[in-house]
Antibody, heavy 124, light 108 residues
Framework: QVQLQESGPGLVKPSQTLSLTCTVSGDSISRGAHYWNWIRQPPGKGLEWMGYIYYNGKTHYNPSLQSRASISVDTSRNQVSLQMTSVTAADTAVYYC????????????????WGQGTMVTVSS | SFVLTQPPSVSVAPGQTARITCEENTIGRKSVHWYQQKPGQAPVMVVYDDSDRPSGIPERFSGSNSGNTATLTIGRVEAGDEADYYCQVWDNIDLEVTFGGGTKLTVL
């Protein structure tokens, strides 16, 4: 069973770059059985999908992020990373890593496994 | 992109049936997925592809989708079902994920 663990700094200053890592256990990213997504949730609000990556580096992002987000994969470490530039208070949220089974990816694109999430606060 | 509309809240007595809706003009032509999120926890998929249940999800959870409304039905509601529920679809035109705004289920 795949398990996901998000990690990164809990506090980021405005205008700086947010960097988070999702460490995958229970499966190898290189096996290509999943797409890997980032989803965030501001305090007290709903869910926002940010984008996905496949093991071969194929990515797709939520256009609303206006090119500020970048997702990468390190197959040697079995990790997926998120970078978000020029952050503001509006980027304060819990950030989740979640998987989409290959058979559903880009066709029906559901999220079957989620990490526990990591809270990021943007504040000076 | 499009908007998925959910009622902000639904209340139901224990043992009764809860129905949570997700509305959009063309939703009947899409695959709808549902997630349960308890306070302080990550979401959990409870229904996918309109009406299929992941392993480990009780049969009390079921889904349907037709016309402009998808519905998550929870039978014989228990106190432990109290949570926020989100619907979600994949927009295969704009190639993006859309979540509904979420519905808070209260068990009276």
């Amino acid at each position: 069973q795949v398990q996901l663990q998000e990690s990164g700094p809990g506090l980021v200053k405005p205008s700086q770059t947010l960097s988070l890592t999702c460490t995958v256990s229970g499966d190898s990213i290189s096996r290509g059985a999943h797409y890997w997504n980032w989803i965030r949730q501001p305090p007290g609000k709903g869910l926002e999908w940010m984008g996905y990556i496949y093991y071969n580096g194929k990515t797709h992002y939520n256009p609303s992020l206006q090119s500020r987000a970048s997702i990468s994969v390190d197959t040697s470490r079995n990790q997926v990373s998120l970078q978000m530039t020029s952050v503001t208070a509006a980027d304060t949220a819990v950030y989740y890593c979640a998987t989409t089974p290959l058979a559903m990816a880009t066709v029906r694109h559901a999220f079957d496994i989620w990490g526990q999430g990591t809270m990021v606060t943007v504040s000076s | 992109s499009f908007v998925l509309t959910q009622p902000p809240s639904v209340s139901v007595a224990p043992g009764q049936t809860a129905r949570i809706t997700c509305e959009e003009n063309t939703i009947g032509r899409k695959s709808v997925h549902w997630y349960q999120q308890k306070p302080g926890q990550a979401p959990v998929m409870v229904v996918y592809d309109d009406s299929d249940r992941p392993s480990g999800i009780p049969e009390r959870f079921s889904g349907s989708n037709s016309g402009n409304t998808a519905t998550l039905t929870i039978g014989r509601v228990e106190a432990g079902d109290e949570a926020d529920y989100y619907c979600q679809v994949w927009d295969n035109i704009d190639l993006e994920v859309t979540f509904g705004g979420g519905t808070k289920l209260t068990v009276l």
